[in-house]
């Protein structure tokens, strides 16, 4: 039976990403039927607003989206189209899988992580004010409720998957009350719903610093807002850069699959662009609706063309000569070999 998916290209080189993303979906035998919606810069001049109330409605019924990058004004401009899915869907946990990929050389070879981020409130709230000339103050949002339940869902997320760590990175030795509710909620879920998953706490700047030198010990990364935003870009850089990371934003009623890398405008049409983040995204699309042989097919298809290290097989990010285009059909011809 098909499931209704919402595809949003996005803007910059996410109509390339999508569309790659979708063709290698569709070789996998997915049964998907694909509503294409605007948001973006380029929805904003055709409908007058980045995130059209279409969009939103479609997602909401349909209750999943793939989504390519789109571009946020840095300083000016529209709000995050990002930040205001995430808030109007209640999209809460933004969940990052970070795992070396085969073929792609970094100074790290077992790196396996998943990072797990408050994604409502913190300091990404937006609440900013310019106070007096020159004084500007932004505010650092933290709820009991929204606290409590990204620990629950990282424990559970733990429990599902057969993961044995989870680690709160914080900063409340410095934010004391807004991290220490954190903190305070992580702890009671751990001791009330979870106790037979390790838990343990570092300060950000220590983690970080733990992280690069030894990302092994890690499994799974609960962090607020902010933190987990950085955090995730961080670990990305162990296992070759954003274009091998994958991105879901999950709710209670819907979830947003997306690669976390940027809209790169300069190299949009060049068909230079790496589709894999959104591919993989699409795996864990596929494994959230429950289509897993189609999800292995892909994960399969690309492990294997990346371990070959046919360098015309692979775009310029990850050691290659060749393009979006060249990479697609490579995974694309591995599918359909079985």
């Known amino acids: 039976m098909a499931h209704t998916v919402c595809l949003i290209p996005g803007d910059g080189i996410g109509p390339e990403v999508a569309e790659a993303a979708r063709a290698v979906i569709d070789a996998a035998g997915a049964s998907i039927e694909w509503i294409l919606l605007p948001a973006g810069a380029a929805a904003a001049?055709?409908?007058?607003?980045?995130?059209?109330?279409?969009?939103?409605?479609?997602?909401?019924?349909?209750?999943v989206a793939l989504k390519g990058p789109v571009t946020t004004?840095?300083?000016?401009?529209?709000?995050?189209?990002?930040?205001?899915?995430?808030?109007k869907l209640n999209l809460y946990a933004a969940v990052r899988p970070v795992r070396s990929m085969p073929g792609v050389k970094t100074r790290y070879d077992d790196v396996e992580l998943v990072?797990?981020?408050?994604?409502?409130?913190?300091?990404?709230?937006?609440?900013?004010?310019?106070?007096?000339?020159?004084?500007?103050?932004?505010?650092?949002?933290?709820?009991?409720?929204?606290?409590?339940?990204?620990?629950?869902?990282?424990?559970?997320?733990a429990r599902e998957r057969e993961r044995n760590r989870v680690t709160v990175f914080h900063k409340a030795n410095i934010m004391k009350v807004s991290d220490g509710l954190f903190l305070e909620c992580a702890r009671a879920v751990h001791e009330q719903e979870a106790s037979n998953v390790t838990y343990d706490e570092l300060i950000i700047d220590n983690g970080c610093m733990q992280l690069?030198?030894?990302?092994?010990?890690?499994?799974?990364?609960?962090?607020?807002?902010?933190?987990?935003?950085?955090?995730?870009?961080?670990?990305?850089?162990?296992?070759?850069?954003?274009?091998?990371?994958?991105?879901?934003n999950i709710g209670d009623?819907?979830?947003?699959?997306?690669?976390v890398h940027g809209s790169a405008p300069d190299i949009a049409g060049k068909d230079l662009a790496n589709p894999l983040a959104l591919i993989m995204s699409g795996v864990m699309m596929l494994n959230h609706i429950g289509q897993i042989e189609a999800a292995?097919?892909?994960?399969?298809?690309?492990?294997?063309?990346?371990?070959?290290?046919?360098?015309?097989e692979r775009t310029r990010d990850i050691g290659g000569t060749g393009g979006t285009k060249a990479f697609t059909q490579a995974l694309i011809r591995r599918i359909e070999a079985g």
């Open 45 to 63: 001049e055709e409908y007058g607003e980045v995130l059209p109330a279409m969009t939103l409605d479609a997602i909401s019924t349909h209750q």
């Open 253 to 259: 009623d819907c979830a947003v699959f997306e690669a």
């Open 296 to 312: 292995d097919r892909i994960k399969d298809a690309y492990n294997a063309v990346l371990a070959e290290g046919n360098t015309q």
């Open 115 to 157: 990072v797990i981020r408050e994604n409502t409130e913190g300091l990404y709230s937006g609440i900013e004010n310019e106070i007096t000339d020159g004084v500007v103050t932004s505010l650092k949002v933290a709820t009991r409720k929204a606290c409590t339940r990204i620990a629950r869902f990282a424990f559970n997320y």
């Open 212 to 248: 690069v030198r030894d990302p092994s010990p890690f499994d799974i990364l609960l962090l607020e807002n902010l933190y987990g935003d950085v955090v995730s870009d961080l670990c990305a850089g162990l296992v070759g850069g954003l274009g091998v990371v994958p991105g879901a």
């Open 73 to 87: 004004p840095i300083g000016k401009g529209f709000a995050s189209v990002n930040v205001q899915l995430r808030k």
